[in-house]
C-alpha cells in the first residue's frame, strides 16, 4: 500500500489492540474496495462484497498465522468473496442490476484520477471483458500499479504463478481489443456509425465480437492515428481510486458492522481516512530547464491584515503558527536586491525574476558543502510520482534530487507545478544539473523540438514567473517536508531521490554526453541567502496545488 510495514500493525491487531485494527482495516479498505469495485464494475453490489470482506478479515484474524502475508490473505478472501456472490445470483439476475446501475467503477477511475488520453482508454476498455476477465484485470492492474505481487495476485486466485502467467498473457490480449473498440466508438468511422446504430450502450460479448470483427477488416478504425502503449506501461504506478464518502459512511455506521463484536474498532479514524485519495508512488522520468537565480525577494511577514507573523526560533528556524497558511508577497515587477540582514533574516527568501539561460559551456560556480547526516524518504531510495495527488515525504539533512519527465506527446498544456508543503526546518534549491535546461533544443531534425514540445505535438507552458527547470533539480534539506505532483493538463512525472554532495558536484560540473555543451548551474551561496523552492510553504493546504508562487516560509 503505503511502503510502510504492516506486520507490527497486523499482529498488535491480532492481540486486540483496537487502535491498530482500526488502523488495519482504514489502511487497506481502499485496496478491497479497488479489486471489488473494478471486477464488479461498479455494480451496486460492490458496497455489499467489500464489506462482507472486511468483516471476514475482522472477524478471521487470529487465524492469520503470518502476518507478513496479510496481503495476500486479505486478497484471497476478496476474491473469494466475488466468486460466492457470482455463484449465489444467476446470470439474468445480473443483467437486470446492471441495467439499473448508477455507478460505474471505469468512468469513477476516468474521473478520480483525471485520466487522459490512452490510460482513459485502459480503464473503459476493462468494461468490454467478461466477469472473469474482470476478476483477473481487478488483480492485474493492481500488480501494474505496484500495490500487489505477482505471487499475490496467484494467490488471490488460487493457482500457480505459472498458470497466473498464462492467463495475464491471454488477458492482455483481450484487453487491447476492447482498447481498440473504445478507441474506434470514439472516432468517426461511417460504417461503424451505421453498424451500432441499434445498439444501446451496454457492453457486453456479443457486441464485442461484432466490433472486433469490423476493427480486423476497417481500414479506417484499423489505421490507429496514434499507436497504442501497452497498457502495463501506462497502469504503472497508478493511484487507487479512493473510497467514495458516502460509502465509507455505510459501512462505518451499517448495521453489519455490529455482527463483528466489540472487538471491532469501526472508529472515527476509520471514517476519516475513508475521505482521503488512497496515492500510490508512480513510474517515469526525465526533466526541464533551468537557469540563474538573479535576484531574491526579502518576506514581509508584517503586513496589514496577513495574520499572525511567522517567528524565529532561537536557533534560526522559522516557525508558522499550526495551522497558518504563510502569506505570499505581493508581487513584483522588477527584481529586488537582497537586504543587508542577518542570515536568519534572509532565510524564506525567494526568486524574484524569470532567469535567462546561461551561456553553452559556462562552467558552474563552486557547490558549498552543507552538512549531511542523511535524508530518508516514505517512497524508498526512488520514489517516481507521475499523477496528481501523489506525494513523497522527506526527513533528515542533506541532499535531495527530483528529476523531471515532460510528455507533452501525451498531453500538452499549461504545467501546475509540484508543492514543498509542511515544511519544518529549511529547504534550499542548491544546483540544476541533469546536462540541458527543458527549453534546450533536443533534436537535430526538429528545429522547435526542446524538452517542453515541439510544434508537432504542442508544448507545456510553465505558469508566469516560474523558473525554467532543468533535467535534474538539487535541493538541500534540513528538517522535514512533503513534495506533491499536482499534474492537471499538461503530463509530467517527477523522481524523487535522496543524494549527496559528490553526486551533486558530479552531475553539474560534468558535461552532457552526446556532444550537448551544457553544464548545470550552482545556486547554492552556503547561506540563507540561497533560493528556496518557489512553491514552498509551511502550511499543509487540502490542495497543494494552491500553494502561491513565491511563497514566504
Given amino acids: 500500500m503505503d511502503g510502510r510495514d504492516w506486520r507490527t500493525t497486523v499482529a498488535a491487531a491480532q492481540g486486540g489492540d483496537r487502535r491498530a485494527l482500526d488502523e488495519l482495516t482504514a489502511g487497506w479498505l481502499p485496496l478491497v474496495y479497488n479489486i471489488v469495485g473494478r471486477a464488479l464494475g461498479g455494480h451496486a453490489d460492490v458496497d455489499d462484497v467489500v464489506q462482507e470482506t472486511m468483516l471476514r478479515a475482522v472477524g478471521n484474524l487470529g487465524s492469520l498465522r503470518d502476518p507478513d502475508s496479510f496481503r495476500s490473505w ?11 456472490r457470482a455463484r449465489r445470483r444467476s446470470a439474468d439476475r445480473l443483467a437486470e442490476d ?8 471505469a468512468e469513477l477511475t476516468v474521473l478520480r484520477l483525471q485520466l487522459e488520453g490512452q490510460r482513459r482508454e485502459v480503464a473503459r476498455a476493462v468494461r468490454w471483458l467478461d466477469d472473469e476477465d474482470r476478476q483477473l484485470v481487478s488483480l492485474w492492474w493492481l500488480e501494474v500499479a505496484g500495490e500487489l505481487t505477482r505471487r499475490e495476485l496467484a494467490e488471490g486466485l488460487g493457482i500457480s504463478r505459472q498458470h497466473a502467467a498464462v492467463r495475464v498473457q491471454r488477458l492482455k490480449g483481450r484487453l487491447e481489443t476492447a482498447r481498440g473498440i473504445v478507441r474506434a466508438l470514439d472516432g468517426a468511422c461511417p460504417e461503424l456509425g451505421e453498424l451500432t446504430a441499434r445498439w444501446d450502450g451496454r457492453p457486453d460479448s456479443v457486441w464485442r465480437k461484432r466490433l472486433a470483427r469490423h476493427l480486423r477488416g476497417c481500414g479506417y478504425c484499423g489505421d490507429a492515428p496514434e499507436s497504442l502503449v501497452p497498457a502495463e506501461r501506462l497502469l504503472v504506478g497508478l493511484a487507487l481510486v479512493p473510497v467514495p464518502a458516502g460509502f465509507a459512511l455505510s459501512l462505518a455506521l451499517g448495521g453489519r458492522t455490529a455482527a463483528a463484536g466489540a472487538s471491532v474498532g469501526w472508529s472515527a479514524k476509520v471514517f476519516g481516512a475513508l475521505t482521503k485519495p488512497a496515492v500510490a508512488l508512480a513510474a517515469g522520468a526525465t526533466a526541464v530547464a533551468g537557469g540563474a537565480y538573479i535576484a531574491v525577494h526579502a518576506p514581509d511577514h508584517h503586513r496589514p491584515g496577513s495574520g499572525p507573523a511567522v517567528t524565529s526560533t532561537a536557533s534560526g528556524t522559522a516557525v508558522a503558527p499550526p495551522g497558518l497558511r504563510p502569506p505570499s508577497p505581493a508581487p513584483s515587477t522588477s527584481p529586488t536586491p537582497a537586504p543587508s540582514a542577518s542570515p536568519t ?5 525567494v526568486v524574484d525574476a524569470v532567469d535567462r539561460a546561461p551561456d553553452p559551456d559556462t562552467r558552474p560556480a563552486a557547490l558549498p558543502r552543507r552538512p549531511a547526516t542523511g535524508v530518508t524518504s516514505t517512497g524508498g531510495a526512488h520514489a517516481v510520482m507521475n499523477h496528481r495527488g501523489e506525494s ?35 529547504l534550499f534549491h ?5 546536462g540541458r535546461r527543458m527549453d534546450d533544443p533536443v533534436s537535430t531534425t526538429d528545429p ?12 507545456d507552458v510553465l505558469p508566469p514567473g516560474t523558473q525554467q527547470m532543468w533535467q535534474n533539480e538539487y535541493f538541500y534539506l534540513d528538517g522535514a517536508v512533503t513534495l506533491t505532483q499536482n499534474e492537471r493538463g499538461a503530463d509530467y512525472g517527477l523522481s524523487v531521490l535522496p543524494s549527496t554532495w559528490d553526486a ?6 560534468t558535461g552532457p554526453a552526446q556532444g550537448a555543451r551544457r553544464y548545470g548551474l550552482v545556486r547554492d551561496t552556503g547561506r540563507d541567502d540561497t533560493p528556496v523552492p518557489q512553491y514552498l510553504t509551511r502550511a499543509t493546504p487540502a490542495d497543494t496545488s494552491t500553494v502561491a508562487q513565491r511563497s514566504d516560509v
Avoid: C, H, N
Avoid at 486479505?74 to 460466492?84: E, K, S, T
Avoid at 446492471?98 to 467503477?105: H, K, L, S, V, W
Avoid at 498544456?413 to 519544518?424: C, D, F, K, Q
Avoid at 522547435?448 to 508544448?459: D, E, I, K, L, Q
Fill in 345 to 349: 533574516a534572509l532565510y524564506g527568501t
Fill in 392 to 426: 513523497v515525504t522527506l526527513r533528515g539533512q542533506g541532499y535531495v534530487l527530483v528529476r523531471w519527465q515532460i510528455s507533452p506527446q501525451y498531453r500538452s498544456g499549461g504545467l501546475v507545478m509540484p508543492a514543498w508543503t509542511g515544511l519544518t526546518g529549511k
Fill in 74 to 84: 486479505l486478497v484471497a478472501i476478496a476474491m473469494r468473496q466475488l466468486r460466492d
Fill in 504 to 509: 551533486v558536484e558530479k552531475d553539474v560540473t
Fill in 98 to 105: 446492471a441495467a439499473a446501475d448508477t455507478a460505474d467503477f
Fill in 448 to 459: 522547435t523540438a526542446t524538452g517542453m514540445g515541439s510544434r508537432a505535438v504542442g508544448y
Fill in 430 to 434: 542548491v544546483a540544476s544539473g541533469g
